[in-house]
């Protein structure tokens, strides 16, 4: 079945650092990507995406693009903030299904 | 515009006793998903709704878990009886529903079980 595979963390990067979080996926036809993010003590909530193939996800300075010759979506920002501690979860939808990868937990020290 | 609520935020019960779950939607929303999420894990799905019908329930573990949406809105989760691996984070989340644009998932802020 359909699978996402994302870089394990913890991932520790200071302030102003850039950030590449990996993520891969297994998927029958062309599934649609996400990315979600989960400060603490709140819920999940989306923060980009992409519904086909070259396509360029934004969303506070993070950006993803589904790239579809290496079945990939990794997630980057160039300047990452204390704010942006989080965890982040890649996920892919495909035939009513929608699927999360395990998460990567980002802490961002000043 | 309303999120998606649940309720009870958090949950203690022993083992072998029964637990429900409660999740209202965002209004309009035809796709409704019950995920576990395990300490440490990504959501996992247990059933997805479309409207009152059941679209996906295949690793909802049935001898245990059941779910409803009756009136194609509102949606419980019953744990019945509870064991100690049960103890994670349940997230409700609801989308549109229908096209590959409109599958944006909407999640609460889930309701922790504890199970001892």
């Known amino acids: 079945g359909d699978s996402v595979t994302q870089m394990e963390g913890p991932v520790t990067l200071s302030e102003e650092a850039f950030l590449t979080i990996n993520c891969t996926y297994t998927?029958?036809?062309?599934?649609?990507l996400f990315w979600y993010v989960q400060y603490p003590g709140e819920g999940l909530q989306l923060l980009l995406k992409a519904t086909k193939a070259d396509d360029k996800g934004s969303n506070k300075g993070f950006e993803a693009t589904y790239r579809k010759e290496t079945t990939s979506f990794h997630l980057e920002k160039g300047s990452v903030q204390v704010s942006d501690s989080a965890v982040y979860f890649c996920?892919?939808?495909?035939?009513?299904?929608?699927?999360f990868g395990a998460g990567t937990r980002l802490t961002v020290k000043p | 515009e309303a999120g998606v609520a649940q309720s009870p935020r958090y949950k203690i019960i022993e083992k072998r006793q029964s637990v429900a779950f409660w999740c209202n939607p965002i209004?309009?929303?035809?796709?409704l998903y019950w995920y576990q999420q395990i300490l440490g894990q990504g959501p996992k799905l247990l059933i997805q709704f479309q409207n009152n019908g059941v679209v996906d329930d295949s690793q909802l573990p049935k001898d245990r878990f059941s779910a409803e949406r009756l009136k194609g809105v509102d949606s419980t989760l019953k744990i019945q009886p509870a064991k100690l691996e049960d103890s994670a984070v349940y997230l409700c989340?609801?989308?549109?529903?229908?096209?590959?644009?409109?599958?944006?998932?909407?999640f609460g802020q889930g309701t922790r079980l504890t199970v001892v």
């Open positions: 998927a029958t036809g062309y599934p649609s």
């Open positions: 989340a609801s989308s549109l529903g229908g096209t590959v644009m409109n599958t944006e998932a909407f």
């Open positions: 209004s309009g929303h035809a796709t």
């Open positions: 996920a892919l939808y495909n035939n009513n299904d929608m699927r």
